[in-house]
Every structure is written in structure tokens, then in C-alpha cells.
């Protein structure tokens, strides 16, 4: 199982952006999936999840309100909108796959992983 993700790049403060994640090598809509990222310098922390049902989601309250996690049909790829960008959204963004899992905000709950992507918001 592979998780494949997509999206990210330079964008100034206040604006949107989308990163995708999807699976590849399982039945994707077996999945929970979680977002997370890690700032220079800093510890990986949780950003959204949605459970493998997709009923259930969870976000981190530095972003609630800003960024929207949700999941296509019928690929069940998840995307993660992410607007009014701030500076301190600066990070690699990771999504983890987790089969029949919760929205869960702990990454050790998570079984797979993303190759990360770079999001880079100037201020």
C-alpha cells in the first residue's frame, strides 16, 4: 500500500491551497486518513483527519475554521483545503493511512504514510 500525495508549493499569506492524498495498492475507502505536518525546527503535529467511513472528522484547533479535509468519490482520494494561509502554515504536510481507523489525531495511530509535501506561505 502506497500513499501517494499531491499538491503544495509557494503561496502568499491569505491565500488557498489544495493537497491530495490517495491510495494506492488497497480499497481506498477502507481508510482513515490524517493530515500532519512538521515546521523546520519543530515536532510533527496534527493537522485534520476524517475516519475511514468518512463520517468522522478532527482538526487540530490552529486550523479549524481555515482548512477543510474531505474525500472524493469514487477514488475516495482525500484532500486537505487549506485557505487563508498564514506564515506559520509553513511545513511539509504528511498524510497517514490507517485501515478502518477513527479520525484519530495521534500519528502512532497511523500505518502508512505519504512522501510528504512542501507548503510555503510568505507573508
Known amino acids: 500500500v502506497q500513499l501517494i500525495q499531491s499538491g503544495g508549493g509557494a503561496v502568499q499569506a491569505g491565500d488557498s491551497l489544495t493537497l491530495s492524498c490517495a491510495v494506492s495498492?488497497?480499497?481506498?475507502?477502507?481508510?482513515?486518513i490524517g493530515w500532519f505536518r512538521q515546521a523546520p525546527g519543530k515536532e510533527r503535529e496534527f493537522v485534520a483527519a476524517?475516519?475511514?467511513?468518512?463520517?468522522?472528522?478532527k482538526y487540530a484547533n490552529i486550523v479549524k475554521g481555515r482548512f477543510t479535509i474531505s474525500r472524493d468519490s469514487p477514488d475516495y482520494t482525500v484532500h486537505l483545503r487549506m485557505n487563508s494561509l498564514k506564515s506559520e502554515d509553513t511545513a511539509v504536510y504528511y498524510c497517514?493511512?490507517?485501515?478502518?481507523?477513527?479520525?484519530?489525531?495521534?500519528?502512532?495511530?497511523?500505518?502508512?504514510w505519504g512522501q510528504g509535501t512542501k507548503v510555503t506561505v510568505s507573508s
Open positions: 495498492g488497497g480499497t481506498a475507502s477502507n481508510y482513515a
Open positions: 497517514g493511512g490507517r485501515v478502518l481507523g477513527a479520525a484519530s489525531n495521534s500519528e502512532d495511530e497511523y500505518t502508512y
Open positions: 476524517m475516519s475511514w467511513g468518512g463520517e468522522t472528522t
